[in-house]
């Protein structure tokens, strides 16, 4: 099975399960797992921060990053299309008691630092939540956005007295693809959540770094929201291998995306709407997609019309470059047979 649904699919390989299996283990709640302790530290000096937090996902660190910056009856300012806003169930509203303040996305996938300002909530007067944080996401749908517009954000909210956080869930990516370090990308940011359980290929995992303060903070919170794990360096041990053997190879799912996108093009049938890093998206017209969606299948290729007619498609670890070519080939099989 060729599975382009998401990068989320990759399974852990021989080496990893070895890795996982060989993990020195403790009790993490009481801060004894070394494999954890070790991976917050390789994670925070990847990113250029102080300290990290491990969490079982990327939902979990971003809240705890959240309310570790906010309280009850504050506001973060956050894109439209933000998975922090859109994709985490509500959950800074819902339980963290913070509101969301949805900015529209100019076309490069930023949040114009013109609409960021309107949005901000005049200080002391009562009517008005809080505002406290600004939250960006970078890769954000697969794109990269734009260091000098990051750098220019950050210096913007915190002129404002406002933390800054990134979802860089992708932010490997980010850098695989423009040659720029983790930390480097990082830097305009107070708190960074890094998952590990996308293209870097572990099982499970994120880890939030920051400053030591905002660290202990979002401990305090991972542990009310259920996230205190126990022996989880078993988990750690397998995003520390991820750290060490699948950042380099990430440039290999770009280049597999482009290929992908190229291929795709050329079929009467399909749209290319875009690719960036690791993902493209397609459309085809509205009465094909079901039937397509079940064709691929039936040829051993999964794909996941997420957008209506729309598609996004994903390559990751378990994608080579002859699966993206057997993938083309279906799509072309299937809209031969619709001539
Ligand atoms: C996947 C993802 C997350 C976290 O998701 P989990 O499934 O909870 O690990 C956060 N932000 C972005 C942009 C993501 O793609």
Same mark, same amino acid.
């Given at each position: 099975m060729i599975d382009l649904r998401s990068d989320t699919v990759t399974r852990p390989g021989a080496a990893m399960r070895a890795a996982m299996a060989a993990a020195e283990v403790g009790d993490d709640v009481m801060g004894d797992d070394p494999s954890v302790l070790r991976l917050q530290a390789r994670t925070a000096e990847c990113a250029g921060k102080e300290a990290g937090l491990f969490f079982p996902t990327g939902t979990q660190s971003n809240l705890a990053g959240i309310m570790a910056h906010c309280g009850r009856g504050d506001e973060y300012l956050v894109g439209q299309l933000a998975h922090t806003y859109?994709?985490? =169930?509500g959950g800074a509203a819902v339980l963290g008691s913070i509101q969301p303040q949805p900015i529209e996305h100019a076309d490069d996938g930023s949040l114009p630092i013109a609409r960021l300002a309107a949005a901000i909530k005049p200080l002391g007067d009562p009517h008005y939540a809080r505002t406290r944080l600004l939250a960006l996401e970078n890769t954000c749908h697969g794109r990269v956005i734009p260091q000098d517009y990051i750098v220019e954000a950050a210096a913007f909210a915190r002129r404002h007295e406002l933390g800054v956080h990134l979802d860089g869930a992708r932010v490997c990516n980010a850098a695989a693809a423009t040659g720029k370090s983790i930390a480097d990308l990082c830097a305009p940011f107070d708190t960074v959540s890094i998952c590990f359980s996308k293209g870097l290929g572990a099982p499970v995992g994120s880890v939030l770094v920051g400053s030591r303060a905002l660290i202990d903070g979002a401990r305090r919170w991972r542990k009310v929201l259920g =996230? =205190?794990?126990?022996?989880?360096g078993v988990l750690a041990a397998a995003a520390l291998y991820a750290l060490e053997n699948n950042l380099q190879r990430l440039a290999q799912d770009h280049a597999n995306a482009e290929r992908l996108a190229r291929g795709l093009a050329e079929?009467? =049938? !399909?749209? !290319?709407?875009g690719q960036a890093t690791n993902m493209v998206f397609v459309s085809v017209a509205p009465e094909h997609s079901a039937p397509l969606g079940a064709y691929a299948a039936g040829q051993g290729l999964a794909i996941n019309p997420v957008y209506g007619a729309a598609m996004r498609l994903v390559t990751h670890l378990d994608v080579s470059e002859a699966d993206v070519d057997r993938a083309v080939g279906i799509f072309k099989s299937y809209f031969a047979t619709q001539a």
């Open positions: 859109k994709y985490e =169930g =996230g =205190g794990m126990r022996q989880s079929i009467e =049938g !399909v749209t !290319v709407n």
